[in-house]
């Protein structure tokens, strides 16, 4: 506690903005974050609105929920609801929906699906339930991947397999530098992705690009010093791969589990809802642990993605920075999260779920 | 006029010369490398411009050059166009103005080319009028242009006939969305049927053969077959059987133009219909002494022949068994001549059992349509980045020595190129091996596909827009100049017209040239007499920061032409290269680019080092070899790549 409450100190907070404040240069500067947590935070303690003006924080696709393809979200609703299986995953992917229902739905309609907070509740479940097949809807980013690479590797309940959805955040990165209109001048990144990964995976972007980048924790001075960091490379003319988040991250993260995602998952081309198929950006269990993939043990293939998004849905443009959520008709309309429209207003990590939230006007 | 969200509907012939001149111009030199002949274009002449360097008018050999190239342009253009509005007519006879644009539920941006350039999608066959009426209307201006008197700036010759280009690629998908639509072609659907390419040993029944590009006339014949029970054998020649086997999955596609002369001469036709376009001249003497009959039923293709249209069918069916040839303008009336006339020719000629040129080549998948926007979600990222290396569209004119286009397919394909193709190109790959049937039609890397006839090209260009749409969110609508810009700049397309020789064939060259696609053209590409090659000297802009950045341009060149396939594969590696590549999609095409290269002239490219922009690009495996080899070479940087100064954001790196 007593860390947290020194991370949101109104002091150091004031230093933070001061010093960001004095280095901010006289031309705009956009930098982006890439994670949902980040967005939480930014938006539940008004970081915009202390930032001067010329420097904007606008949120990419950090949202692991937001960007689980539509057709992943069938595939999960065609084991609950027609393959007899007990489908465990994480909360908000109960709520998202592809184009012909959610999960909750689903479960409404007679499926059985539970709500995990750890992938590894899945096992209990396996175990108390050893004569129905479970599968676990795993959907995330790096962090989430290094827990079931160890639970795939150590889990022995022969009823257990997994419908893995998980991303990489790298290479969604160096997709936005080629979307283009998007003029970002840094990012910071996940601090518990490069707690995991390390840093060096994201030299390229200053080396190649000249992208400053800077790794942030979840406190609002974590980001403040991220957005100070990115700030200081910009007016020093020097693109470098920094860490803002030194008590937790290690310039090469945490070796044993890279090693266990390294063991258990190949990586593939994957779909990011609203954006598409980015190439190296995504897991799949390698071929020996084929048998826990639930893909191949019931045999299903995915389906052609026909429509990803509703139409007149904005989220495509959300989550890639194109636009803010007040700049999407839907945004607090139609589309709120009682009533969600579109998946940036299902999930927590969701943008539009964090602004509605702590309705901030900018 | 123009605002911002549709900034360049419609334009008129000079309405993007500043991209044409100013950018495209400025990036790449136009090079002439036919010998200068004589002018004759005016009374004036002839003009030999030996003895001092204008004509008798005042042009210099710069516009008189640049002049030819407008005149084959839109004369390409004009076929093109003229083939759209009498297919266009044809189609809106039988099936009415209010026919609407259907491109099947997966298509959601039914017509990217009108779109972009027209600035709106057309809903009904009678709304493609109105798209048609312009491009009419541009090509009308466009010739003017070459009169006595009017245009004598190169570049401005030059910037006109990338304007014929740009309304030929229009005409071309005014033609085949309407077929599509009208005639109920395949919507973009995968797993396309294969069908065999030739026709099988003796003849069985009467046949008729059709020759040129309107598919009504074919699907008329059709339907009255089918609607009579008759059996009667329908085939045609490239085009026409393109797109008659997309209605039809009956008709034999027996062979492209490169087997005209064969069939021909063959006998094997009962009757040959003619319709416009790549039809021998010497058709009617040859088929005459074959014994086949002929059914001129174009206007553009009249060849002298006596007009029978307003006679009835029954008299021209007599008049023909003695004339052999004439001219029926009403298609209707010409299908149902044709087959009486092929079920009497065949119970009566001497030569019934005659046998066909070749025995069966092999398969090709039916023309599938457009691109799905599921399929462009697909590849759209993988593009941009560089990680598929590229999408190569053959297209064009066919060639004798099949095996160079074959090869190339083949070799590109392993490599995880997205090949298309369309046209006699898609008939010679099918005559030369099973590659159709190795291969799926999804659009995605490693995949093959057939978009159809020659007009199906339309469906390339729409989904490099389609890219360019998915992943800028760039509106589209009257937009052409954000939108070549960047695919220009991040989209990596090459199109390959390895045997064309007609103006048509030059005028989608330089529809896709301005469109920011470069072309390759084969050995005898020299003869269209114009290449675009990029300038050493040259830079683009990095939007984000502001900077520009000197580099030589990517693509290297906008139009050049091949020796032989292996320096065309070696162009094609090098012109898919784009300024927005990853560090690991220009890992991908270098090592392409350095494999080809190395066996077209046995050494590494000497170019590397204005190819990688850091050690990040430079593959793994090779990267030692390749750092001792890179003299005086500095490190750049990857940059968020524009060649237009209002996309960039407004201040240069670090000044405040």
Redesign the interface.
Known sequence: MEVINLYRDKSIVEKALSAIRSISPAFPVKIMHVCGTHENVISRFGVREFLPEGVSVIAGPGCPVCVCPSQDIELSREFALNRGVILATFGDMVKVSSLNGSLSEAKADGADIRVVYSPFDTIRIAEENSDREVVLFSVGFETTACGVATMVQSANCRNLSFLISHRLIPPAMEFLLGVGDLYIDGFIIPGHVTTVMGLEEYNVFPEAYRMPVVAAGFEPVDILMGIFMVLRQIKEKKAGCENAYTRAVKEKGNPKAKEAIAEVFDVVSSYWRGIGKIPRSGLVLKEKYRDKDARYRFDLSESEPVIDLNPGCSCHLIMIGKIEPLECPLFSRTCTPQTPYGPCMVSFEGTCNAWYRYRREY | MFNKSCPNPSPDITDLRDWDINILLKTYTPEYPKPMKNCSLCALGPCGFAKDNHGKCGIDKEGLKAREILLDSTIGASGHTSFARRLLDDLISRYGRDCPVDMG??VRIKTPLITLIFGKSPKTLGEMEEVLSYVERGITHLLSSINYGTEASGEDFISKALHAGMLDSLALEVADISQISALNFPKGASDSPLIQVGLDGNKKKPFILIIGHNSVIGTDIVHILEEKGLDVDIGALCCAASDLSRHYSGARLIGNQADQLDFIKSGIADVIILDAQCIRPDVINLARKAGSLIIATSPETALGLKDFTTHSSEKVIEILSSERAGIIFDKKKAADIAINSAIESYRTKSISNGSTPNSYYGSIRIGRGPVRD?E???????I??G??PGIVGFFGCPEKDRSDIYKMAEELLKRGYIVATGGCSSIDLAKAGDIFKQHRDTFDSGNLINFGSCVSASHLLGACIKIAS?????PIEGNYIEIAD?ILN?VGAVLVLWGAFTQKAFAGTLGAVRLGIPVILGPRGKGYSLNLSGKRESSVFD???GDRMNTIPHPSHLIVHARNREEALALISRLCIRH?D???GRKIKLRNYMEFYKNARGENPPDLGDLI??E??IPDEIKTEILHILHDWTPG??P?P?LLSD?I???V????
């Not at chain 2, 462009?376 to 993988?382: D, L, T």
């Not at chain 2, 998915?470 to 760039?474: A, D, N």
């Open positions: 539920e997966w599921s462009i979600r697909g590849v759209a990222p993988s941009v980045m990680e598929i998915v992943v800028s969110h760039r960047y991040r939007a984000r920061i927005s990853t560090t690991q922009r850091t990040y690009d940087w990857i968020d524009t996309k954001r407004g201040r790196h670090g000044s405040y």
